[in-house]
């Protein structure tokens, strides 16, 4: 047995040099996650003080009973507004604003380009995130970003390609194991990410890569349809993947399975020791 190791099995990724922001920049980190603080403080003051403020101004003065009943139903819809909007997808809005971001320097690198393949997809291919191992595990402070790369995915007969902000990544059919799906609720956050561990083959070895959906339809925000989303991405590269098969090779067989059946020995046959003598 031999393990297989011609090039076409194993994964690749390039680094990306290229001039001006990335489009998951570090002002954009600070500015996606100071809207993450805003908002929900937004609406706690909003929520809480306009209806009272617009019944004041509509009723006059209120009695006391009149007055806790609209303060009290104003902060009773602000809270459930709160918490449905921090539970669903909350990085939904700057994500949209990151996809477009992205997408628009992948065209800018395309179009000096002379391969004009891949500018075809960049609109339709869906953006995720790429986020390693560690940086998924619990922290005592939640990180500002935990997204090693953000990419363009596409899916295809021949493995996958991700063309990403910071590196273009191909995953060969024949370099991919399988995937595994695994759901986290990162720290300091009340909604969970769906992630599917892509694991394939490379010089190094064997590697996994955590990718998240990032740029989620409006339909699509709760835990739970993101959770279907991320396993039909998973079954749609597990249809692709072939690189199981590459795990082993025998270079002997076909030549072992063409021998002449008088050649081979039958394992019923009993052993010449015991067989009795012929006249």
């Not at 190791?5 to 570090?26: F, Q, V, W, Y």
């Not at 921090?86 to 809005?93: H, K, L, N, V």
């Not at 500002?144 to 995953?171: K, N, P, Q, V």
């Not at 590697?207 to 959770?227: N, T, V």
Request: charged residues 20%.
């Amino acid at each position: 047995m031999e393990h297989a190791t011609d090039p076409k099995h194993l994964a690749t990724i390039t680094t990306l040099n290229e001039r001006g922001s990335r489009a998951l920049s570090l002002q954009f980190t600070l500015i996606s996650n100071v809207f993450l603080v805003i908002v929900p403080t937004a609406l706690g003051f909003v929520g809480s003080l306009a209806p009272l403020f617009i019944a004041v101004n509509v009723w006059g003065s209120l009695s006391v009973r009149s007055f806790l009943i609209v303060l009290g139903t104003s902060v009773g819809v602000t809270v459930c507004s709160i918490a449905i909007w921090a539970t669903r997808f909350p990085e939904w809005p700057m994500n949209q604003w990151l996809d477009q971001r992205l997408r628009n320097r992948c065209r800018k690198r395309f179009q000096s380009s002379p391969d004009h393949s891949m500018k075809f997809w960049i609109d339709s291919a869906p953006m995720c995130e790429y986020v390693r191992r560690e940086a998924m595990q619990a922290t005592l402070f939640p990180k500002l970003e935990t997204a090693s790369d953000i990419a363009l995915i596409r899916i295809h007969a021949d493995g996958i390609t991700m063309e990403g902000d910071r590196a273009r990544y191909s995953f060969p059919a024949a370099s991919i194991l399988g995937t595994t799906i695994e759901t986290i609720r990162p720290a300091g956050c009340f909604h969970k990410l769906h992630y599917v561990h892509v694991f394939v083959r490379t010089e190094q070895g064997t590697d996994e890569f955590p990718i998240s959906l990032r740029d989620c339809g409006w339909g699509r925000l709760s835990a739970k349809k993101r959770r279907v989303d991320a396993e039909q991405l998973a079954e749609r590269i597990n249809q692709i993947a072939t690189g199981s098969e590459y795990e082993l090779s025998d270079p002997d067989y076909a030549r072992r399975a063409q021998t002449s059946p008088t050649n081979s020995i039958n394992p019923y046959a009993v052993a010449a020791s015991l067989s009795p003598a012929r006249p």
